[in-house]
């Protein structure tokens, strides 16, 4: 999007109108969300600097599970079932440093997510780490990003962890084959409650890269706007997304509702969609996942495409990419340690599912071609 386009929407009343929503505290408006496309770029060496500090974060040069502790008052925190709340709770993250030593860094913690927050899915809400300025020195979490998401348990049962270790599968997947992704970092969290100091339980968790990080990466920035169509979206990156949430048989995403993706700006003005959050796909296959009503799949695992429709030649490349990656997929399968012989086994087999169906030609036209919809958001 060019300063022409960006000053257009700013002056459209109808787009605005269709977008104009009174937001919640700390939310910013709409023509804050416009305004932001047309901002100055710092120059080039800076990127660079931004970029080179984001890809070095201490958090994910390791694959080993990081282990820590995290003290706080979880059985409030888990009562906090809005999922428009951002109360904040106060905790201490105790970890082993750069050094060796242990070091304790105080910050606070907040429950997240949507339907993960809902009692009856979940017993253990997702948890927003915020940490305070500069407490992070010498340890894992080092860094100028002051917040991460932390993908818990959910319910207390290893079995439940399993799930953890197939949704980190598929952002391992992501990288592969997607140029723009988010990195994760498996963890091994024991929560110890504040008030008695006894240990509440010691689970499987994930911590997945801050969203600005990612943008630092890219060389680019976060935009914060929904309502932005196929055509705003640069097209190579859009399709091989469409095609792996195909792959991974996920739904739970749109572009035009800013819902489990994030949109980079690169100085080009190209915008870019990276995905997030896949625990309503069939990769990861949760106890609680179940397709959306509106759109008439009658099982989590049935594969969509809802991306934009393409030739059958434009659809070709994309599948090239794929297929080029193919032997990486399955050994990054392979490779997730305690995933155990029957969730490895359903999660090979949907991926083999995926391969044997983009190389029959009626297949292809079926889910990409004569199904796709025009006005798919």
């Known amino acids: 999007m060019g300063k022409l386009f960006a000053a257009t929407l700013l002056l459209s009343m109808p787009f605005y109108a269709a977008v104009s929503q009174a937001p919640t505290a700390g939310q910013k408006t709409v023509t804050e969300k416009l305004a932001k496309l047309v901002e100055p770029w710092p120059n080039a060496e800076v990127l660079n600097a931004r970029r080179s500090d984001a890809e070095r974060r201490t958090l994910f040069q390791s694959s080993e599970p990081l282990a820590f502790t995290l003290e706080s008052g979880f059985s409030a925190l888990n009562k906090d079932r809005d999922p428009n709340s951002t109360k904040e709770f ?42 305070r300025k500069d407490s992070t020195k010498g340890t894992p979490f080092e860094g100028p990003s002051n917040n991460l998401k932390l993908v818990t348990h959910c319910q207390s049962s290893r079995e439940h962890e399993q799930y953890i270790l197939r949704e980190h599968l598929v952002y391992k997947l992501s990288n592969i084959v997607l140029e723009r992704s988010f990195r994760t970092r498996l963890a091994t969290v024991t929560y110890v409650d504040s008030k008695t100091g006894k240990p509440v339980t010691t689970r499987a968790g994930m911590l997945l890269e801050d969203d600005d990080d990612v943008a630092r990466r890219m060389g680019g920035r976060i935009i914060d706007l929904e309502r932005l169509v196929f055509t705003d979206i640069d097209l190579d ?40 959050d896949f625990d309503l796909s069939a990769l990861v296959h949760a106890p609680y996942a179940i397709p959306d009503k509106r759109l008439n799949m009658k099982s989590i695992t049935d594969r969509l495409y809802r991306g934009p429709c393409r030739t059958r030649e434009e659809l070709d490349a994309v599948f090239a990419t794929f297929k080029e990656k193919r032997d990486a997929i399955f050994a990054t399968v392979d490779s997730i340690a305690g995933l155990d012989s029957t969730h490895r086994r359903e999660v090979s087999n949907y991926l083999k599912d995926f391969f044997s169906l983009i190389e029959r030609p009626a297949s292809v036209k079926r889910f990409f071609i004569d199904t796709c919809n025009k006005t798919a958001m």
């Open 90 to 131: 106060p905790a201490v993250l105790k970890v082993t440093g750069s050094d060796g030593q242990p070091k304790s860094i105080e910050l606070a913690i907040s429950g997240r997510g949507h339907l993960r927050r809902t009692s009856a899915v979940c017993s253990f809400i997702p948890i927003r780490l915020m940490f």
């Open 237 to 276: 990156p859009l399709l091989k997304m469409m095609v792996f949430e195909f792959m991974i048989g996920n739904t739970d995403f749109s572009i035009f509702a800013l819902h489990n993706v994030v949109l980079i700006q690169t100085p080009d003005k190209k915008m870019y969609p990276v995905p997030y």
